[in-house]
């Protein structure tokens, strides 16, 4: 079992459609909680940075974590085809410095 | 420039060669990450510095794969005698200090070995 899932999708929705993304992790001690944006043949870039549990939210994002459930989310509302991309989630236990990330999940938002 | 800076961008290599990847890293970052990367998976983790130390390398695949990063700021990935399996995106990354979240990542290094 990997330390991290995350569905592959793809995920297609329509424009302007509330995307919800997840992740499921099994180390209890992840405390540090991130979700990457990559467009196809770019580097990952940061969306949203969370440090324990809770809910942060940024502009047309949102994102969750639970961790009595060991599950993370990232929602986006009025999705658009820009948002048409891989979305991965990282996570870190204090000290470690290595950030486990899922397999990512591919959105396609239809215009 | 402003961001992570990585070369080559492409490298093709023949089976047994040695190769050399480098990582500039952003200005002021501490901390410097490599990833690996294979087509539809995400990154997998390397090896991480803490200026010049390297304090983990436990995601190395085996003793052909070696990184440096001797004056704290540029870092060298060395694959020795490379082998088909090591073809992948190789994905440097940096952060004003360790563990506070901002991984910034480069373009990578895409690497094809014949």
């Known amino acids: ?9 793809p995920l297609s929705v329509p424009e302007g459609a509330i995307v919800s993304l997840n992740c499921t992790y099994s180390n209890s001690a992840f405390q540090y909680f991130m979700w990457y944006r990559q467009y196809s043949r770019k580097g990952p870039e940061l969306l949203m940075y969370t440090y324990s549990s809770g809910n942060k939210e940024d502009g047309r994002f949102t994102a969750q974590v639970d961790k009595s459930s060991k599950y993370i989310s990232l929602f986006i509302r009025d999705s658009q085809p820009s948002d048409s991309a891989t979305y991965l989630c990282a996570m870190s236990a204090p000290g470690t410095y290595k950030y486990i990330f899922g397999t990512g999940t591919r959105l396609k938002v239809l215009a | 420039g402003a961001g992570v800076s990585q070369s080559p961008r492409y490298k093709v290599t023949k089976r047994g060669q040695d190769v050399a990847l480098r990582c500039d890293p952003i200005s002021g970052h ?6 690996r990367q294979a087509l539809g998976q995400g990154p997998e983790f390397l090896t991480y510095f803490n200026y010049e130390a390297q304090q983990d390398k436990s995601g190395l695949p085996n003793d052909r794969f070696s990184a440096e990063r001797p004056e704290g ?12 399996r090591d073809s992948a995106m190789y994905r440097c990354a940096s952060s004003v200090q360790g563990q ?8 990578g290094s895409r690497l094809t070995v014949l």
């Open chain 1, 1 to 9: 079992q990997k330390e991290v899932e995350q569905d592959p999708g």
């Open chain 2, 73 to 84: 700021s540029i870092s060298t990935l060395t694959i020795q005698r490379t082998e088909q």
């Open chain 2, 30 to 35: 501490v901390s410097l990450y490599w990833y």
């Open chain 2, 100 to 107: 506070t979240g901002e991984l910034f990542f480069g373009e």
